[in-house]
């Protein structure tokens, strides 16, 4: 469908996205500066059903205070 939503991490690393269409398949990128983009593919989600997400990220030797995470439900079929 290409939708697409963003979240911003709190001081736990726990982020919510609001208003995305239940089922999946959803791909999560998170980025912030000074680490690599960090990738997880074929996320679903039920209603009511909380999804915890483990996401290690690479530190770096600079600090960071803002992390960002993007979610977008994968397209079928090669489309996006």
Known sequence: TGQSSTATTNQEGAFAFT??????PFRITVTAPGFAPT???D???SP???LRLPID???DAGATSEIVVI????G???QT
């Open 19 to 24: 208003g995305l269409n239940l089922g999946g």
């Open 39 to 41: 990738v997880v593919d």
């Open 43 to 45: 996320v679903f989600v």
């Open 48 to 50: 009511g059903d909380p």
């Open 57 to 59: 990220v690479a530190a």
């Open 71 to 74: 979610g977008e439900r994968a």
């Open 76 to 78: 079928r079929g090669g």
